[in-house]
């Protein structure tokens, strides 16, 4: 009562103005928040080349106060349905923070719209201070460009959109430059089959969208095609090795996936995975091995806008005796570059024959390629059985740490062959040290069926540091093929003495995405798991980072509600750490 009567003894207009003061409150509130309890909708868009909106619209959960900054790890993913689905596909931020509260949890889920069913992929290998975050969409064509300076909120800074790319589709992989820039490798061919006109002026002959050749796309900033760069030389590649569906003029082996650059080397590399729509469709895979690329493509990037194709190497078979197209050459899903300035190697994996290959210098005319690894040496570790090995395993995700003392592989365990109970995917850690010592004089060649199983016998052969088993629910879990990760990140920053986060060269932990395409018949149980890494423990699950729902180990993205909005399950690919600007030195 005495509060009622405090009330009654205020002049009539400071009443009104009160009351106008918690109406307006209440009203920012409701339009500034989500219909599900404490999440706050912000967006940002911009205009696409076809004159309509493109829009990145985040789903904030409150975070609690820290005395801490956090570290962010961002995951691209879209519905589970796939192309038959109508529900979004989103950028999920989770707390990547350990010892945080919110470990683990997903605390923001940027809606990209208006798309959906889009196969959201790959993001860039590495995220530096002051980069824009490039995500692809397979299936759409379309690269979304994103500003993550204010994490966990995300912004869209541009799009680009397959009008954007005519004489290239399905874009994969991200390289950024220091310039802010980015190299894209789109697997596809143009879209719309037939003669295609790059940036420079030359002319190829492509079979349609998803066919080949691909190309190399320079993006800006703010998503505007810079520069549409041929894969394929002017006469064409081995018509011994490369075939087309239909035939082209010139054969083509140029569907580029992987791709890394030297800036201090003026050097691009691409490697070539499949013509990738001969593989949307499990029922009607063509096995021709043509159709499967063995080859790797350096360019000369002097000029940022104007590559010049240097080199395509045809990578050679190892000891195994393989009926085709199993071969270890098959299929080079991943290349990597060496980054230290007295370093001029490379690395490059195959997914259908489950090798590791190194030249030593991407630099000259005609590199000398080499496998070095074979994934049945790894698989060996958790199965001496010797029921799983290379062939077919699924080698994906391939990167060196920073400081060209150990190499990083994500192997999906997906041979058709073998029942879901029987494959196993892994992560496992090579020790490239003695390889980097030995410069241009390597010696290692795996070319002995025993180096098959038992690792490189020349001495500056990788060592195997450790075997993390990642065995996914299948099966009769979740039913679906493909039981181990398909993609990575590593954590680049720690925290420094300052309470601000810095750029490391020594890795210490990794994280893993489980689920590949599942339109080709390989999918995952859609789990993002946070990896520790130490030269001398190994590899070690991180078992404090949980599913909030769940409660388990790893991020499960099967689940009904996200703060966007009861969607159900999504599919999670493209992984990668960022830190906001304020908190990175």
Not at 342 to 350: E, K, L, P, Q
Not at 458 to 486: F, M, N, S, T, Y
Not at 535 to 552: Q, S, Y
Request: glycine share 10%; net charge negative; charged share 25%.
């Amino acid at each position: 009562m005495s509060a009622l009567n405090s009330i009654r003894r205020l002049p009539t207009r400071a009443i009104i103005a009160a009351l106008l003061l918690v109406l307006v409150a209440a009203l920012l509130t409701h339009v500034g928040r989500d219909a599900r309890a404490d999440v706050l909708t912000r967006s940002s868009s911009v205009i696409g080349s076809d004159g309509e909106e493109y829009r990145a619209t985040n789903h904030l959960v409150p975070l609690p106060e820290s005395k801490h900054p956090r570290e962010y790890l961002l995951t691209w993913a879209g519905d589970a349905e796939n192309a038959t689905g109508t529900d979004p596909d989103f950028l999920a931020v989770i707390d990547a923070t350990a010892g945080s509260p919110t470990y683990g949890d997903v605390v923001n889920t940027a809606v990209l719209s208006p798309q959906v069913g889009s196969e959201p992929h790959h993001m860039q290998y590495l995220w530096h201070k002051g980069d824009k975050v490039f995500a692809g969409a397979m299936f759409s064509d379309t690269v979304f460009v994103l500003d993550v300076t204010a994490l966990p909120e995300v912004r869209i800074s541009g799009v680009n959109l397959g009008q954007d790319t005519p004489c290239g589709s399905v874009p994969d992989a991200f390289w950024t430059l220091r310039d802010g820039t980015a190299y894209a490798s789109y697997m596809g061919g143009p879209d719309v089959a037939g003669p295609c006109t790059y940036t420079n002026g030359e002319v190829r002959y492509g079979n349609g969208f998803g066919g080949s050749p691909g190309e190399v796309v320079r993006i800006g900033e703010n998503g505007e095609t810079l520069a549409e760069i041929p894969a394929l030389p002017k006469g064409g590649d081995d018509p011994a090795a490369c075939g087309n569906v239909p035939p082209l003029p010139q054969p083509a082996c140029a569907n580029p996936h992987g791709i890394q650059a030297r800036e201090d080397l003026n050097r691009l590399i691409v490697s070539d995975f499949a013509e990738v729509r001969n593989y949307l469709d499990p029922d009607t895979v063509q096995l021709d091995p043509k159709l499967l690329r063995p080859t790797v493509r350096i360019f000369d990037i002097t000029d940022r806008n104007d590559p010049a194709l240097t080199s395509v190497s045809y990578l050679p078979d190892g000891p195994r005796v393989d009926e085709p197209p199993f071969e270890e050459s098959r299929m080079v899903m991943e290349t990597t570059v060496t980054n230290l300035p007295w370093n001029r190697g490379a690395f490059a994996s195959t997914m259908g024959g489950g090798a590791t290959y190194y030249t030593p210098d991407i630099t000259v005319a005609e590199p000398e390629w080499r496998q070095v690894f074979d994934n049945s040496t790894a698989y060996r570790q958790i199965d001496p059985t010797g029921t799983l090995t290379g062939q077919l395993s699924g080698g994906s995700w391939l990167q060196t740490s920073p400081d060209d003392r150990y190499l990083f592989h994500a192997v999906m365990g997906s041979d058709p062959r073998l029942t879901p109970e029987q494959n196993s995917g892994m992560v496992f850690v090579l020790d490239i040290r003695k390889l980097m010592a030995a410069g241009d004089r390597t010696q290692c060649r795996i070319d002995e069926i025993e180096e098959v199983t038992d690792g490189g016998a020349e001495w500056d052969c990788p060592a195997l540091v450790d075997v993390q088993q990642i065995k996914g629910g299948v099966g009769g879990e979740k039913g679906r093929v493909g039981v181990g990760p398909h993609w990575g990140a590593m954590d680049n920053f720690r925290l420094g003495l300052d309470g601000r986060y810095v750029e490391t060269s020594q890795v210490r932990r990794i994280a893993t995405s489980n689920y590949f395409v599942a339109q080709t018949g390989i999918d995952g149980d859609h789990k993002v798991c946070m990896t520790d890494f130490s030269p001398w423990r190994g590899l070690d699950l991180d078992e404090d980072f949980r599913d909030e729902v769940e409660g388990t180990p790893c991020v499960d993205f099967d689940r009904e509600r996200w703060p966007h909005g009861d969607f159900g399950s999504a599919q999670p690919h493209g992984v990668l750490f960022a830190v906001p600007e304020k908190d990175l030195r």
